[in-house]
Every structure is written in C-alpha cells, then in structure tokens.
C-alpha cells in the first residue's frame, strides 16, 4: 500500500513539475502559446505551487482578455489553496477599470468580498466611482450579504440609502434595521409621506416591534399620507406610550372627526377611548374645545373617562352651568347621570343644578338623573312632587318615575295620591301612567277627590288598562263609601255606549234606590243585543235584571215588550227561561200590549210554556175566553186552548168552555184534538162522552135533502 501511495506522490510531483515549466514558457510565448500552455497547467491549479505561479502571471500579463479569463479560472477553484488572496485581489482592483474584464472580475471580487474586508473596502470605494446602474446594482447585490455589518458597512449603508432606486433602497433600510443602528433623525427622515409605501411600513413595523415612536413623523404622516393603513399605524404607534400631550390629543381627535376613510376614524376612537392620558393639561385643553366648538362627538369620546376620573367630572359639570349649547349641556348631564348611583356627592351637585338651570330641557335631564338613584330618605318627595306641576311633559315624566321610586308606607300615602292629577294628561308616556295609577290605586282609602280624578280618567281614556285600574278604584270607593262616589252618568254612558259593565255589577243592586230613574236607563241599556256579550262576562243574564227589576217595581212599557218580545222569539232550547219572562210580566200588569201579545204566545208557543202562570198573568174572563177561541176554525189552532182549560181546571168558566169547544164540527173529526179534549175533562171531572152527547146536532137551514 504504501508502495503505491510513493507512486501517485512521484506521479503528482512530476505532473507539477511539467505544470510548473510549462508556466515558466508563458511570459516568452506569444498569446496564442500563452492560451494552449496556460490550458495544459489549468487541470492543477489546487496545487498551491501551481496557483502562486499562476497568480504571479496574472499580475505580469498585459492582455487583460487573457489576464480576466486567468483571473476567472484561478477563481473556479475557490482559491482555498492560496495562503493570501490580497495580491489577487489588488490585481482585480487594479483591473476593474477595463470594461472587458469588469464582468469576469466583479463576481469573483464580490465573492472574495463576503469574507474579506479589504477586498470589501475596494468593493465599496469602486462602487462610489460608478455611474452603470447595472454595475452598481450588481455590486450593492454583493455588499449586502453579509448579515453582520461592520461599522464600516453601517456608514456605507447610510450614505448611498437616499442615492439607490427603491428596490436597492428597500433592501439597504431592511439591513439597517435589522442592524438596529438607525437614529432618531433617520428613521423621521424615512417616515416622510413621499417615501415608498414599502419603506414606510417597514420601518413602522420596527418601531412597533422596538416600542419605538418618533411623534413628529407620525403625526406628519397621520395629517398627510395618502394611504389608509399608513395612517392607521401611525395612530396605533402613537398610542403605544399614551396620548399624553395635548398636541397628540388633537391629532388623534382630528382624525376620528376629519379623517375620510372610516377605518382610520374607527382606529382613532379606540385610542382616544384607551390610551388617552387624562392629565389635568389635557382635561383643561378638551373642555376648552368643548366650550368653543361644542362638539358632541369630543363629549362621548371622554365619556367612559367620566367613571375613573373625579378631575373631568368636576371639569365638565363646570362646563355644564356655562353658557353652552342645551344639546351639549343635556348630554353632560345624561352622561353625568348614570355616575350618581356610585357617587352620591354627586347627587347633591345635581340637586343644586336643576335649581340653578334654567332651560327646560337641561332641567329635564338632571331630573331624569335624580330619580335613576333613590336616596335613604323621604327628602325628594317634594321635589318629584314639584316636578309634577312643571309645563314640560319630559319634567312630568321624570317627576312619575321618581313618585314611583318613593316607598308605599303609611308616611308616604299623601305624597303618592297627590300625584293623582298628572295621570289625566293624556300625551305622556302610558307605561309610566299605567304604573303610577296602579301605585296609586293599592292605597287602601283614597280620598273623594282622588277618586274623582279616577272618575274623570275613567270618561276619556283610552288604555284599556288604566281604564280597568279606574275601575277598581270606584268599585273600592263604591264598596268603602257608598252611592256617593257613584257616577251615574258615567255608568250610562259604559253600558250604552263603550258596552262595558265592568264596576256597574253587583253595585247597581246595591244602590238601586238611590237613583232608580238612572238605574232602569242603565240596567235597559244592559239588555239591548250589543250587550249581551258583556253581560256574560260580568256573570248577569237578562232574566236576573227583569227578576230584580220586577221585585222593586221597576217594571215599565218597555221592559215588557222586551220581556214578551223574547217569549215569542226566543229561540226553543231556552224555554227554561219562559217562566222567567212570565214572572217580570206579572210586574206591569197595565201594559197595552200584554194581552194580545199573551193570547199570540199562548197559539204559538203553548206547549213550552207554564199555562198555569200564564193564567196568573193574563186572568182572562170567559166572554173573552170564548172570542179567543171563536177565532179557531182549525183543531190545532183550538188545541192550545183546550191544554189551557186543562191546566186550569178548576177555573169555574172551564165545563161550559170546554162544551163551547165540543160543539166546534172539527173537533170531533181530529183525534189529537179529541185527545186533548178527554184529558181536559178528566182534570175537570166531566164526563166527555156524555159531553159529546148532549152537543145539539147542527141544523140545516136549507129544508131536507135528497131523501125525503
């Protein structure tokens, strides 16, 4: 083994050797010699001997085609074999300036670069001297690989970073950040509105990353850049230590209020909401804007400050009892309001308020905070009591929702009911008056001036539950004071017109006779056919008044007819409501039309009817007895008239009635009338065979016939 190796050293020497000679031939050869020896030693230039040789013919060599192709064909080999590469180097500087070689020359010098400062430093100082675009981007391309930069580099950076085109300026900024080696003044001068978008987020997003924030070139930026996000970024950075100046307070507040694009108004509000530093500077400097430009919008960006900050409480509240504008007033108050519940100092500030202001609706607003929050004592009483007797329909309202934050204690009866006038104005909300009536009807004993007002409410409401709580508050006097809190008006008026008998019934039972005139209006109103639906609700039926107003004579003409009416039309299925009917007939027995109408009910509907009541009610005599039934010419027409006898047997006209009947020529021809005639004289203990028999036969006036 060793043997061999010995061969392939002798071997490697020998070829050096012939490399060696064959470059000692070059320099007295001509070019063409020069090309063919130069190829021959090409295969071993890693040999060191064979490189040193071969670089010291590239210094000595006057052709540059041939001293590049040289120079590009050592550099194929790494030039790992040379121990120094600065005289190669300084041959490739030197020879930068032949425009044939500068192509071959500045890849291997650029390589060389990466790792060698001097053959960096020469880079550089003939990247200064180019006017080529192309020439100078190509050795930019080769300066900025290195990822650590010497100080040297830093500075070279710096001073060509506003000479490059974008793309090369893109690339140097992104390497001087990532260095982390621009100052102050630098990073202004990239966030000026004409640099590339490309830059300008970069390096927003190093000064993000480092908490970075240079104010002027943000707020330039934030006034005067074109591009949304931009704008946006610049406020987000702004608001990374806090907006605690009042110059970056209106930068940020003219760019929710004055900024086109909505994103970029949006990104303001939510600084402004939570990186405002409210110091007393800046809390002075906004309420000065409010009170001159009076801007609502400002006013709800520091709302949520309002629960954190005692300072820009006391700050607007001040601004609130200036002479500004009711709109922006009203919101402070509004705003202000819904702190009391946490801060009841501030409770008594907005007591003194409403009476210091005077504009209506301010006066409003403070009210409307006041009764958000229910002190411990009864102190406000008067106050919401006051608040009712205001002209302001939102002060009235107001003023109920504070009667209804007041405790219902025996101590606070008078105060409630006193707010009994404020339900009859009719425009205000009809929650609150549905609530306040309600309240007020639970006192146990209102006085007559309070029902009253119930009543007057009763008369011209139209919500159906206040009507019904102005009910119940009649009903409750009616049942603790008597007839003297009952409006008989009123009550007409339900049951005749609004068909509503709600707190009429049982009352009207009651106090029948305190005004009976008006109780039979109203209880004949009660029986009309629009209210029969009404009357089932309240539990009452016709036949209940008829009876009730039969047994206190109130029995009339027209309650009759109505009572006889409803036996002839009645539909069948009812008849256990004849009697009834009957009954209240016996009230009026002076009614015109009560017989005629009894003799038709008793034809029409004799079967379904008590006879032995309609007896009570008609008392016929038997001469009119017998022209009723003279007016029969067919058996079911006498039929009722028989069951009638019957019924009544023991009337004395009854056998003499019931002989007038026989004799009729079709009464004996009907079995169903024969029927009813032996029932008949069974009641009456007639015989009615024998009453048959002794019916003289019917004679005829027209002498004899055929057969004599």
Known sequence: MSKITDEIRERRAALTSQ??????????????????LLSGATPYLHDPAIAEKWLSLIATETDSTLKADMIRQLAGTGLRQLSNTTELIN????????????????????????????????????????ENADTSRLILSWLLI????????????KEIMNQADETDKLVIVNRLLLQDTLDLETITKLLQPDEPVAIKEMVLRFCFDRSFVPVAALVKLIATDTTPFIRIWCIQLLAVHGIDSTE????????????????????????????????????????????????????YLLAPYTAKNETLVNALLELSSQNIRADLAVAIYNILGKLIAQRPALF??????????????????????????????????????????????????????????????????EVVEAAAPVLLHTQLNRELRRLLAKKISMIPLLSPATVKIFSQLADHEQDQTIKEICTKVQENAISQAGSSNINWEQWLHKADVEHNFSGI??????????????????????????????LYQEGISDIEILRFLAVHKGMDD???????????????????????????????????????GLWQLLEKRGRYINLILLDEVLQPNEAEFRQQIDKQQTPAGIIPY??????????APVPDLLQHIMAKPFVSQDNDAMRAMKDACRNACIDAEALQRNVAPTTNDDGPGFAD
């Open 348 to 413: 008594e500030r907005f007591v003194q308020a409403y009476e210091q202001e005077q504009k209506e609706e301010c006066r409003t607003a403070i009210l409307q905070a006041i009764t958000s929050f229910t002190p411990n004592d009864d102190s406000l009483n008067s106050f919401y009591s006051k608040a009712l007797q205001a002209p302001s329909a939102a002060i009235k309202e107001a003023g109920i929702k504070g009667i209804l934050l007041i405790p219902l204690t025996k101590a606070n009866t």
């Open 146 to 157: 290195p990822v650590d930069a010497s100080p040297a580099d830093i500075a070279f950076y």
């Open 642 to 651: 028989i069951s009638y006898l019957q019924a009544n047997c023991s009337w």
């Open 19 to 36: 490399s060696l000679m064959m470059l000692d031939l070059v320099p007295h050869s001509d070019t063409d010699a020069k090309y063919s």
């Open 91 to 130: 041959i490739m500087i030197a020879s930068l300036a032949q425009d044939e070689s500068r192509d071959l020359i500045l890849p291997v010098l650029g390589r060389l670069s990466i790792t060698d400062p001097t053959a960096r430093q020469h880079l550089i100082q003939f990247y200064k001297q180019q």
């Open 505 to 534: 019934f049982p009352h009207i039972w009651m106090y029948y006779g305190e005004n009976p005139e008006m109780a039979n209006r109203i209880l004949w109103a009660a029986l009309t056919p629009g209210n029969s639906s009404s």
């Open 558 to 596: 027209q309650l009759s007819r109505y009572a006889l009416t409803q036996l002839l039309t009645i539909d069948l299925g009812n008849e256990s409501k004849f009697n009834h009917y009957l009954l209240a007939l016996k009230g009026n027995p002076g009614f015109a039309e009560l017989r005629e």
């Open 248 to 299: 970056l307070t209106d930068t940020i507040l003219h760019a929710y209020t004055q900024d086109p694009d909505q994103s970029v108004k949006q990104a303001a509000l939510r600084v402004f909401e939570y990186s405002l530093l409210l110091t007393p500077a800046i809390i002075a400097h906004l309420c000065a804007q409010l009170a001159t430009a009076q801007n609502l919008q400002l006013l």
